[in-house]
């Protein structure tokens, strides 16, 4: 691929190609969108109207980040610029840095505080954001005691819990306040591919000018640099200088910081000088309250009856709970119909099915994989080349991705393999699964045999 209309053709297909959207809804929401830049891990896009762009990124964006991950083999961020309103061309691209800037901050608004939904799932770990986030007092320049009590804050719990939404009110809230603080946020990913570029661009003296002379740094999953030795020796780094200066760090992980592998303990030690705080699953009036918020911003009206079937059949995940009342709303339009009970049955259960691998384990694939193709578990982690032990190791990486929604670095650490061969494995076994039905039937008795059992 020479250019990024090349990628986002590529993603193109991939959306085309994939279940989790209609033929319908690609062709009025997806097919119509521009290709404009692929800059600092964000794929900036175009559409006609900001009634196109808040559908599409309600409805789609999940699965544009997908798209873009399986093509280039990291993660983007998403914006998607109006036409008319940017007028975008060449001789205004400061005018247009500007108002990307804006519709930024606008979508970011949506993420924070006073749009959190407490409860006893989440209520220690929103009032120690809430203490980070007002750190720097209105009338002194030096921080307050919080400095040591939260310093470093790591927020950790399962994916689609609100971990996210905690940083992002964070980064909000000092921006509002103190507007002269640089705030870095960053996710692990995008940390270990910046310093990737910077070492082979002979650069690292600017990125680590980026990241120690930070107020507030933030990374997202930070567990992703668990096993990669020139990236912990970086974040250690990093980590000691900005909190020897007073510095805030901020940090999420999917797990417990102690119960990270391959994580080097003089990394956990500087965790455990601050706070960690979970987060669980949200209980039934929380659901409650999260899926009247949500449609309550989505100008969306919702009866009692769908907001409570809604909170009864989705249980364990924040993110599941608003995509289901974005899909609602991206319905309602489409159709014209009012959301009841039935539409909303008919979206829990695509929800439920497209999130249903995330309770299949790295064992149970690597089982199913394991017998289809005659091998053993540990061959397909080992180096083994032959042929079938090959095979049954790209197919058990597609499944991996596909089935229970890892990414390429997890993969690999996994592994134990490089996660840039883990994207070049997985596009081969997509393009097999196209051309080889005999693959494709077994690929698929797999899957069945995971989500039957």
């Known amino acids: 691929m020479d250019s990024f209309n090349d990628v986002f053709q590529e993603v193109l297909k991939y959306c085309r190609n994939c279940k989790s959207i209609s033929e319908p809804g690609y062709n009025k929401w997806i097919k119509i969108l521009e290709p404009m830049k692929l800059e600092n891990n964000v794929a900036y896009l175009l559409t006609d109207s900001d009634f196109s762009r ?14 873009f991950l ?18 975008v061309n060449e001789t205004e691209e400061k005018d247009i840095e500007v108002k990307v800037a804006d519709f930024s901050d606008e979508e970011n608004n949506n993420l924070t505080f006073d749009n959190f939904i407490k409860g006893k799932s989440n209520d220690l770990a929103y009032a120690f954001s809430t203490a980070v986030a007002h750190k720097y007092d209105e009338d002194q320049k030096t921080p307050s005691n919080t400095n040591t009590i939260f310093n470093p804050l790591i927020i950790y719990g399962d994916s689609g819990l609100g971990k996210t939404h905690l940083m992002k009110a964070i980064e909000h809230e000092v921006k509002k306040n103190h507007p002269e603080l640089k705030i870095i946020y960053t996710t692990g ?4 591919n910046q310093l990737v570029k910077a070492i082979e661009s002979k650069e690292t003296n600017k990125f680590h000018d980026k990241y120690r002379n930070a107020d507030y740094l933030m990374v997202d999953d930070i567990q992703t640099i668990a096993g990669k030795e020139r990236m912990q ?14 510095k805030q760090i901020v ?4 797990i417990a910081p102690s119960k990270i592998s391959k994580l080097q303990n003089r990394i956990l030690t500087r965790f455990s000088l601050g706070v960690q705080v979970d987060v669980t699953p949200p209980d039934f009036e929380t659901r409650m309250a999260i899926v009247k918020k949500k449609a309550d911003m989505l100008d969306l009206q919702l009866s009692d009856n769908v907001v409570r ?3 009864e059949k989705i249980k364990t995940n924040i993110r599941q709970l608003e995509g ?5 709303k991206a319905l309602t339009i489409y159709t014209n119909e009012s959301p009841s009970i039935s539409m909303a049955q008919r979206i829990i259960k695509e929800i439920i099915i497209e999130n249903h691998p995330a309770e299949i384990t790295v064992d149970r694939i690597l089982q199913e994989v394991a ?17 079938n032990v090959s095979l049954a190791r790209k197919i058990a990486i597609y499944l991996f991705k596909d089935v229970k929604g890892m990414t390429f670095i997890q993969i690999g650490n996994e592994l134990n393999k490089n996660h840039s061969t883990m994207t070049i494995h997985y596009q081969d076994v997509v393009k097999n699964l196209k051309e080889n039905k005999q693959l494709k039937d077994t690929v698929d008795d797999i899957i069945k045999n995971l989500k039957d059992n």
Do not use: Q
């Open 54 to 67: 808040d559908i599409t990124m309600n409805a789609y964006e999940n699965l544009l980040k997908e798209a």
């Open 70 to 87: 399986n093509t280039l083999g990291f993660e983007v961020d998403i914006k998607i610029l109006v036409k008319d309103k940017e007028e």
């Open 189 to 192: 990913e995008s940390f270990i």
């Open 233 to 246: 020796e970086e974040f250690f780094h990093t980590f000691n200088d900005l909190y020897n200066a007073g």
């Open 251 to 254: 940090l999420t992980s999917d």
């Open 309 to 311: 079937i809604i909170a």
């Open 324 to 328: 289901t009342v974005n899909k609602i």
């Open 371 to 387: 017998a289809a193709f005659d091998v053993t578990a540990d061959d397909i982690k080992s180096t083994n080349r032959r042929a």
